[in-house]
């Protein structure tokens, strides 16, 4: 059986991310603080909760001031360098970027398509990839579907289609067993 999903990109790219509400630009965001918004911004980017950040220190108040924070996301590293702007936010730049099509995107995505697909009214009781995708055509790996009786199916996803300007995503699902 094939499904079609389309998903758009995660809005997160290497040029960072944006928090608001992070400091008027008068007073230096302390670490605790700093910590939180890197794990949140991390969170909302990739659907799940990543394990908390660790910064090095506070933020400082002034334009430009920088601090460098790291955290550990579906066994990789990641370095997130805050800078406070003009306007006071701290935006966060994330090396190496965060994927595209975070694994728990796709997993929602096949969970909603086999309901809609075999529509037998109730969802999987979990989807599981292994990876994130990165936002290339042709990428392909293969997601696990426990189904409410206990039953597993391999879900073969690959991603077929990328519209340039608007973000969207066309995935392929099959469920060869």
Same mark, same amino acid.
């Given at each position: 059986?094939?499904?079609?999903?389309?998903?758009?990109?995660?809005?997160?790219? $290497? %040029?960072? &991310?944006? +928090?608001?509400?992070?400091?008027?630009?008068?007073? =230096?965001?302390?670490?605790? /603080?700093?910590?939180? $918004? %890197?794990? &949140?911004? +991390?969170?909302?980017?990739?659907?799940?909760?990543? =394990?908390?950040?660790?910064? /090095?220190?506070?933020?400082?108040?002034?334009?430009?001031?920088?601090?460098?924070?790291?955290?550990?996301?579906?066994?990789?590293?990641?370095?997130?360098?805050?800078?406070?702007?003009?306007?006071?936010?701290?935006?966060?730049?994330?090396?190496?970027?965060?994927?595209?099509?975070?694994?728990?995107?796709?997993?929602?995505?096949?969970?909603?398509?086999?309901?809609?697909?075999?529509?037998?009214?109730?969802?999987?009781?979990?989807?599981?990839?292994?990876?994130?995708?990165?936002?290339?055509?042709?990428?392909?790996?293969?997601?696990?579907?426990?189904?409410?009786?206990?039953?597993?199916?391999?879900?073969?996803?690959?991603?077929?289609?990328?519209?340039?300007?608007?973000?969207?995503?066309?995935?392929?699902?099959?469920?060869?067993?």
């Amino acid at each position: 059986m094939n499904l079609r999903t389309v998903v758009p990109a995660v809005a997160l790219t $290497a %040029v960072g &991310l944006l +928090v608001a509400g992070c400091g008027n630009g008068a007073m =230096p965001i302390d670490q605790d /603080e700093l910590q939180a $918004a %890197v794990t &949140l911004s +991390v969170q909302n980017a990739v659907g799940e909760l990543p =394990p908390e950040a660790s910064c /090095e220190g506070d933020l400082g108040a002034d334009e430009g001031d920088t601090q460098t924070c790291s955290l550990t996301w579906r066994g990789q590293d990641y370095a997130v360098v805050a800078t406070r702007g003009a306007d006071g936010e701290a935006a966060f730049k994330v090396d190496p970027p965060l994927p595209a099509y975070p694994a728990p995107v796709i997993e929602a995505n096949i969970a909603s398509d086999y309901v809609s697909q075999h529509q037998k009214g109730a969802a999987p009781t979990r989807v599981y990839c292994p990876e994130s995708m990165g936002g290339e055509v042709g990428e392909k790996q293969t997601c696990l579907v426990t189904l409410d009786d206990g039953s597993d199916l391999d879900a073969m996803v690959k991603l077929t289609s990328v519209d340039p300007e608007t973000g969207y995503t066309t995935f392929n699902v099959t469920y060869p067993n």
